[in-house]
């Protein structure tokens, strides 16, 4: 099984049977009893087996598979293939993470007749990797990746929002990692999340639209549309913001959104950002979390003062190679989770990679509101390791200086 007649056999395929093709071929070629690929749900906290094409029913919420405590946590977490010796049976059970630059996409699953040798394994993670990219390259083109990432049904505004939200939950690059992650409440509250990296910069975005439901999930995507266009269009952070605040007095029916906007040198690690009304992000370096106190100029669309249209400052941030940053919306401030110290906690995982640590803080805030958010919850985490000073494995997220470090891919 070579990568090229891999990705050959996948793309000769329907979009909905590419898994089940290379399935078919990893089965045959090791002998294996069953072969099969579990996709993360949107949650991040599930995982949902797909089953070959003809016996995925797209009419029913997918059927999710706990993952804490389980063998698919612990690949998940390491991003390194586990076997397991199931004591008196026959089978063996091989499983190894679908990851994409840090995108936790799914897991691959295999029941072998034998304990795999070296070059198996090699070939088992290699296949897993390809996996990914046959995801993303056939997921535009077909709803059942998105069914399976379903595991209860989304309303009108958890549609919308989750349509704003970029195609991968997170990114591994030489000098970063990034990951986002978002818990709507019951009634929806307009957070998003984004982030693009262009030849020379990175560039973040949280927001939170003001109300609930479709209303809130509305003034999202008239914000996020306006940002994306003057990012695309190569406005530096300042017209982004401006542009964002005149959609906003134009469309936003008196609505309003606060937001952050961060924006990172790939060439000298400069970094400066804008704060529009938002929680203040936090910042862990050499063991200590900080709050970083901006000065705060308006909520997009919301007028402070008499001239209807706002001005935004563009003020730099001390980023070190080595620190953590965590961007934040008002959700993960619950007054139900005022027990909930956030800063002891992102210490307590800083030992994690952005993906987990997000997924992490995440849970914790909806463990102390009792399953019941009053407004969305939703972190950004990034790390910085940066410029010149890491050799890292944009591939995997290793980091080539400490073989003993953990895979982040």
Sequence with gaps: MTLAGTLEAAEAAAPVESLD????????????????????????????????????????????????????????????????DRGGSELVRVVAPVTSRGDAIGLLELFLPAAPGAQVMREIGETAHALAYIVIANRSHTDVYQWG?????????????????????????????????????????????????????????????????????????????ALRRARRAGEDLAEQARQADQAMHDHGHQGYVTGQLLRISLLDGTTEFVNAGHPWPLRMRDGEVQEIVPEVDAPFGLSLRASPANTYQVQSLDLRPGDRLVMLTDGMLERNAESLDLADLILRTRALHPREAARTLIGAIVDASDDCLDDDATVMCLDWHGVGTSRRDAATGADLTDASRPSGR
């Excluded at 599930?46 to 089953?51: M, P, T």
């Excluded at 063998?71 to 076997?83: F, H």
């Design 21 to 84: 093709v290379v399935a078919r071929m990893l089965k045959e070629h090791l002998g294996a009893a069953s072969v099969s690929f579990l996709i993360t749900d949107f949650t991040g906290s599930s995982v949902v087996r797909l089953g070959a094409a003809g016996s995925v029913e797209t009419g029913e919420p997918a059927r999710r598979i706990r993952l804490r405590g389980t063998l698919y946590d612990d690949v998940i977490r390491s991003q390194r293939p586990r076997v397991e």
């Design 149 to 225: 990432r379903r595991t209860k049904p989304l309303s009108l505004a958890a549609e919308i929002q989750h349509r704003l939200l970029p195609a991968s939950l997170a990114c591994e690059a030489a000098q970063f990692a990034v990951a986002g992650a978002l818990e709507p409440a019951d009634h929806v509250g307009g957070d998003t999340f984004d982030y693009v990296i262009d030849r020379d910069t990175v560039q973040l975005s949280v927001t939170d639209a003001m109300g609930h439901d479709v209303d809130a999930a509305l003034l999202a995507t008239l914000v996020v549309g």
